[in-house]
């Protein structure tokens, strides 16, 4: 039975014989390096948000906000007081799948400890 030779990766721009310009100064063909635009993008980022209400203690929210967005006392206070001033705060920003999850996370400590906190998570905008 005939084994399979692994493939080699693609190049990264593939060289290919031209003929030699004028300007080149030489008789011979010249190989040309393609610039190709780049197509990878960075991946969209989603920011988790949370919302005020008027039932959640504020130490709820800190403590949430410690805890599963690993901030420490004074900044997931100050997280916690823009969210009650303003209406919302950014909590951090993930791919999608960890967004989604901390959104449960929250979400799920929220309703076991009997409080109406909300979490969403929303793509970041460029
Ligand atoms: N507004 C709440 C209160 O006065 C505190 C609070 C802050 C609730 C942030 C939710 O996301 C929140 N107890």
Redo the contacts with the bound molecule.
Sequence with gaps: MATKLPKAPAPAATPSIQPARPEDGQGGNSVVLERRTQKVKPPQMYQVV?????????EF?VLVIQEFFNKDLETATQI?LK??LDGK?VCGVFSKDVAATKVDQVTEAARKNGHP?QCICEPVEL
């Design positions: 949370l919302l005020n209400d008027d039932y959640t203690p504020m929210v916690m969210i009650h705060g906190l």
